[in-house]
C-alpha cells in the first residue's frame, strides 16, 4: 500500500485501503515482493513525466509506515511516497534525480525479510522481464493514500522537442487513453483505430502528436483540441484509404 503526503493547504485526504498485495511466487518468476510504482493522476503528468528527485531510503534498508520512500515533482505536486507494508528494498531502478518518471513506472521494490534479497536479485537477474522496463509500465499500483505534499506551481516545464519526445507510441496511448476517459473521441471505433497505430508507431500519428505543441516545444503548450480534431481526420483517411484498396 503506497501512501502520498499532502502539505497543511491539503490536510484532508481521502485514504483507499485495501488488503497487502504482495506478489506471490506462484503468480512471478520472483520470490514474494511488492512493486512501488509512479502514480497516474492525469493527462498533465501523462505528458510531461515526474522527477524523482531524492530516495530517503537505499537498498537494504527497512521501510513501513510513516517512513518516506522517496520524493517526487510533478507539475502540480511535489510528494513523498511511502509504504503501508513493512519491508526490505531489494532493488531500486529509478535513482534520484530521474526525470521524465512515467506514470505507474516501477521504481523500485520491497521484500518481505532482509533474507529475501539475495534470492529476490538472483531470480530477477534470471529473469528481468519480471519487473516492466522504464516507460511501459500499464498496471496501476495498488492502495494509494494521498498525505504531506504541497501543491506549487511549475517552474521550467520539460521540453518535448522532436529528439525528446517518445517515439515508441508509450506516451500517445496513455495521452489517448485519457482522452477517451473524457469522451473525446466520437466513438469507440475511433479510439480504437487511434490505439491500434500508436501500437505500430505510425508515423502521421507520431506527427500528429507532436505538431500538437507550441513552437516554443514546452509541454504546457500541447493543444489538445488540435490533436483531437487531426487525430479524428487520420482515421477517416486511414479508413477512406482501406475502403478504395
Request: glycine content about 6%; aromatic content about 6%; hydrophobic content about 35%.
Amino acid at each position: 500500500m503506497l501512501f502520498l503526503r499532502r502539505g497543511s493547504l491539503l490536510r484532508a485526504a481521502a485514504a483507499v485501503c485495501g488488503p497487502r498485495r504482495w506478489c506471490h511466487a506462484n503468480s512471478s518468476k520472483l520470490p514474494e515482493h511488492i512493486k512501488i510504482r509512479m502514480l497516474d493522476m492525469d493527462i498533465t503528468q501523462t505528458i510531461e513525466g515526474s522527477k524523482l528527485l531524492r530516495w530517503f531510503a537505499k537498498e537494504g534498508d527497512k521501510i513501513g509506515p510513516g517512513k518516506p520512500i522517496c520524493e517526487v515533482d510533478t507539475p502540480e505536486l511535489l510528494f513523498s511516497i511511502e509504504s503501508e507494508d513493512e519491508g526490505y528494498i531489494a532493488k531500486i531502478f529509478v535513482p534520484a534525480q530521474s526525470e521524465r518518471v512515467r506514470p505507474n513506472e516501477v521504481l523500485a521494490v520491497i521484500v518481505p525479510t532482509e533474507s529475501d534479497i539475495p534470492p529476490f536479485l538472483e531470480a530477477l537477474a534470471e529473469h528481468p522481464d519480471e519487473i516492466e522496463g522504464s516507460y511501459c509500465c500499464r498496471h496501476f499500483p495498488s492502495n494509494i493514500v494521498v498525505v504531506d505534499c504541497s501543491v506549487h506551481k511549475p517552474s521550467t516545464p520539460s521540453i518535448a522537442t522532436s529528439e525528446s519526445t517518445p517515439t515508441d507510441g508509450a506516451d500517445l496511448l496513455r495521452v489517448l487513453s485519457h482522452l477517451n476517459k473524457e469522451g473525446a473521441f466520437p466513438s469507440e471505433d475511433v479510439y480504437k483505430t487511434l490505439k491500434s497505430l500508436a501500437r505500430k508507431n505510425d508515423d502521421q500519428l507520431l506527427l500528429v502528436y507532436k505538431g500538437s505543441f507550441d513552437e516554443d516545444n514546452t509541454t504546457s503548450g500541447f493543444d489538445k483540441d488540435f490533436f483531437i480534431e487531426n487525430c479524428i481526420d487520420l482515421v477517416d483517411e486511414k479508413k477512406s484509404g482501406e475502403t478504395t484498396t
